[in-house]
């Protein structure tokens, strides 16, 4: 498998960087979005709302309607929202796993771990911190093999010097 060039490393910083930032937020709202369902579709039935006629945060109850659940409250559905952003951010997320992922030139299988962390409650954390860990410690050996004096004519030398 082809390693990334030491000249692609700043970028590969910087993509490490955005997937880390991406990774908790979604991460976050997956939480979020895991704590709104169950408040919603397990006997509880309840959606957070903004506004409206219940104070400035209140939970409103979900009834059963002939179409499904149909909530009772008025104002700004926080829980809609929560909905909404997650899998805004999710997009952005997968965006930072393909960057991430082309750039280090990773096997597809990685690519698909990396994705399982915006839906997989909890694992997007254990990833980035995985991914982090990684990455760093593969992009300063990388870089001390490059700086030792050595290594440019080890690499030159051809297969029968060495």
Not at 18 to 30: K, P, R
Not at 70 to 76: C, I, L, N, P, T
């Amino acid at each position: 498998m082809p390693e990334p060039k030491i000249a692609s490393f700043p970028a590969i910083r910087g993509a490490l960087k955005f997937y880390q930032i991406a990774s908790i937020i979604t991460g976050v709202m997956l939480l979020l979005l895991v704590t709104e369902m169950v408040l919603k579709y397990t006997p509880i039935h309840l959606e957070l709302f903004l506004g409206g006629s219940g104070g400035f945060l209140w939970f409103a109850p979900v009834a059963e309607g002939a179409d499904g659940l149909q909530s009772m409250g008025d104002g700004v559905n926080l829980s809609l929202g929560v909905l909404i952003v997650h899998g805004w951010f999710y997009v952005v997320y997968l965006f930072a796993c393909f960057r991430m992922w082309s750039l280090m030139r990773w096997p597809l299988l990685r690519l698909l771990l990396l994705m399982l962390g915006g839906v997989v409650p909890f694992l997007s954390f254990f990833m980035e911190a995985r991914v982090s860990r990684e990455m760093k410690s593969y992009l300063s050996a990388r870089e001390a093999a490059e700086a030792s004096p050595g290594s440019a004519s080890q690499n030159s030398a051809p297969e029968g010097a060495r």
